[in-house]
């Protein structure tokens, strides 16, 4: 993290379901070995069972390891869930909450994901906190409102990130994830100013410029990356499937250099 004005950029690859841990494995090892630009910071994300596969293809590169998801106790009789403690023991620095996918097919709440963020600050891991509104919101001119509601209540009573952790909030709008149809970038940045000013009002401003970092996600690609992360408020991108292939993500992170 840098100062606001000169942040390091940040690309989070979201491997989804999408690749066996044999695979993940192979696609970590063409990641470690490829040319990346030192301004550009890169998260991967794999699925639970493929994390100590690519923790140890990871552990000697800049390459920084996330998960997709956290559960908001340490321990206990959570079938099926995964604890931030797991995730630390694993390597894993950031971790992923709140996606739209996860609200979406598995009723995830704002209140469940204020819980992983305080979990995940409490242990040491930097959340990855996705926001965004449906197509009827925006059709509605509801956005800024459904946004901003979401960020008061997933970050209630969270103080701010300390001893080496950073909160970052990715602006994903539902309607463009995975549809090849992606939020115009003028849109996208409207509303990362918007995230900011309310990381602001909660946080305060030295805490946000040195500590907070504002992503797009939703269909993101080489052809389209740089038109998002080119002003002061957008800090870089989520990716999803332009992720899962080598070439692929290579070229959207050296788009970013």
């Given at each position: 993290?840098?100062?606001?004005?000169?942040?390091?950029?940040?690309?989070?690859?979201?491997?989804?379901?999408?690749l066996?841990?044999?695979?993940a494995?192979?696609?970590?090892?063409a990641?470690?070995?490829?040319?990346?630009p030192?301004?550009?910071?890169t998260?991967?994300c794999p699925?639970f069972?493929?994390?100590?596969?690519?923790?140890?293809?990871?552990?000697r590169?800049?390459?920084?390891?996330?998960?997709?998801?956290?559960?908001?106790a340490e321990?206990g009789?959570?079938?099926?869930?995964?604890?931030?403690?797991d995730?630390r023991?694993?390597?894993?620095?950031y971790?992923?909450v709140?996606?739209?996918?996860?609200?979406?097919?598995?009723?995830?709440?704002?209140?469940?994901?204020?819980?992983?963020?305080?979990?995940a600050?409490?242990?040491?891991?930097?959340p990855?906190v996705?926001v965004?509104?449906?197509?009827?919101?925006?059709?509605?001119?509801?956005?800024?409102h459904?946004?901003?509601?979401?960020?008061?209540?997933?970050?209630s009573?969270?103080?701010?990130?300390r001893?080496?952790?950073?909160?970052?909030v990715?602006?994903?709008p539902?309607?463009?994830i995975?549809t090849?149809?992606p939020?115009?970038?003028a849109?996208?940045?409207?509303?990362?100013?918007?995230?900011?000013q309310?990381l602001?009002?909660?946080?305060?401003?030295?805490?946000?410029?040195?500590?907070?970092?504002?992503l797009y996600?939703g269909s993101?690609?080489?052809?389209n990356v740089?038109?998002f992360?080119?002003?002061?408020?957008l800090?870089?991108?989520?990716?999803?499937g332009a992720s899962?292939?080598a070439?692929?993500f290579?070229?959207?992170?050296?788009r970013?250099?």
């Amino acid at each position: 993290m840098g100062q606001r004005g000169q942040p390091r950029r940040l690309v989070v690859g979201n491997w989804k379901m999408e690749l066996l841990t044999l695979e993940a494995v192979e696609l970590a090892k063409a990641l470690v070995v490829g040319r990346r630009p030192a301004a550009v910071e890169t998260v991967v994300c794999p699925s639970f069972p493929a994390l100590p596969a690519v923790a140890k293809v990871l552990e000697r590169s800049s390459i920084a390891l996330g998960a997709q998801d956290l559960f908001w106790a340490e321990s206990g009789a959570y079938t099926g869930e995964v604890s931030a403690r797991d995730l630390r023991s694993l390597a894993c620095r950031y971790v992923i909450v709140g996606h739209s996918e996860r609200r979406r097919e598995l009723g995830e709440t704002d209140a469940m994901v204020n819980r992983k963020v305080l979990a995940a600050l409490g242990l040491g891991l930097s959340p990855i906190v996705c926001v965004g509104e449906s197509r009827e919101e925006r059709q509605a001119n509801r956005q800024h409102h459904v946004v901003e509601r979401q960020l008061q209540v997933a970050l209630s009573n969270v103080p701010p990130p300390r001893h080496g952790t950073e909160l970052v909030v990715a602006y994903e709008p539902i309607w463009a994830i995975g549809t090849d149809h992606p939020a115009e970038p003028a849109d996208a940045h409207d509303m990362a100013a918007a995230i900011r000013q309310a990381l602001t009002d909660v946080f305060g401003e030295r805490v946000v410029n040195t500590t907070t970092r504002v992503l797009y996600g939703g269909s993101v690609r080489p052809d389209n990356v740089s038109t998002f992360v080119n002003g002061e408020h957008l800090q870089g991108v989520l990716v999803g499937g332009a992720s899962i292939n080598a070439i692929t993500f290579s070229a959207l992170i050296k788009r970013l250099s």
